[in-house]
């Protein structure tokens, strides 16, 4: 697939040996490849060198998906027929590189945020939603995903050069070395620097709670409004409509950009591992705790305890933890309820066909 038409070529939406190993694997070589650059119920926006097509999976995927991760993301490279110049039909998604997925909102389900990107830019704008918990959660499943986050700290226009200062040093005093993107759309600030994050060819999301910015950030980097924010409020650069639908955009210099909409919950889905992995400091402490099985909430000779009350450890970041592992052991254990019950469905289609063999004359 290294076909052009136009001006693109498929490396340019994001295409290489990664996702061609999985293509050949799966011998699906005689299939044409394209990129899901959006979604909207059901019907998926494909593009690859030669255009863009409205594409539908099959009636078999339908049937044969057990989960939302078995459906087409934006994000996925799949294989493709073209049923004419601008319609498709999708025949399979190609393994992932990495994934973003928490769980949705209300429901004890899996939620695909995007698919095969290299960084997510956590936006919180220094107003309101400014929260040191909630871009812990979406660094947990950033790790998760194998994807690298950043943290791009918007709207600093409405706050001093000292007020400022006092949020990075709280982020940094938390997080360590993340990297960290201090930006105003208004005041153009930040953006060169955001800018030396993407590279041609990569593809990178943005992620945050509706309202922060995270669309009128992508249109200053594009060099023009191709998502409309509404009317600004120039004292808090909020526009009145924010992205509903994900999406994907091309910069000139050849990055690609995914908006998504405002997440007002970012909900644990099979992180246990990845929690464990951002928190290594409690993990460590964990390991002297007075009993094996130790919960550190009110249990005798805890040393995690024992570091929140001394100050050696953070106190918010102790109850986050204690706060993400529930939620992500609670979606565990009704991942197995479900599993059980895929089961006994999957045993009923069975003895169904056996059925209907009989009865056939």
Known sequence: MNGETGKIKIEDLGYGEFFETGRNKLNLGVFEVARIIAEHKGLYIAKNARGEYSAKITGKQVFDALTREDYPA???WVVITETSETQAVIHKVLPRKTMLKRKSSGKNDIQ???????????????????NLNRFERYFVIANDGGVRPVIVLNKTDLISKE?????????????????????????????????????KGKTY????SSGVGKSSLINKLIGKIVINTGDIDYRTDRGRHTTTGRGMYFLKDG????DNPGMREVGMADA???????????IVLAKKCKFSDCTHIQEPGCKVLA????????????LNYISLKREAEYFEMAKVERKQKERQFGKFIKTAKKQLKKLDY
């Open 163 to 199: 007020e400022l200062k006092i949020k990075i040093e709280q982020i940094k005093k938390r997080f360590g070395d993340i990297d960290l993107v201090a930006a105003s759309t208004l005041a153009d600030g930040g953006l060169d620097e955001l800018k030396s994050y993407i590279s």
């Open 307 to 318: 570091a929140v009350q001394s100050g050696k450890l953070d106190e918010g970041k102790y």
């Open 112 to 130: 695909i945020i995007a698919t095969n990107i290299e960084v997510a830019f956590v936006v919180e704008s220094v107003d309101g939603d400014y």
């Open 255 to 258: 990055g690609i950009l995914i």
């Open 74 to 76: 934006v994000g996925d």
């Open 205 to 208: 999301c943005f992620l945050g």
């Open 272 to 282: 246990g591992s990845s929690i464990e992995n951002l928190f290594d400091e409690i």
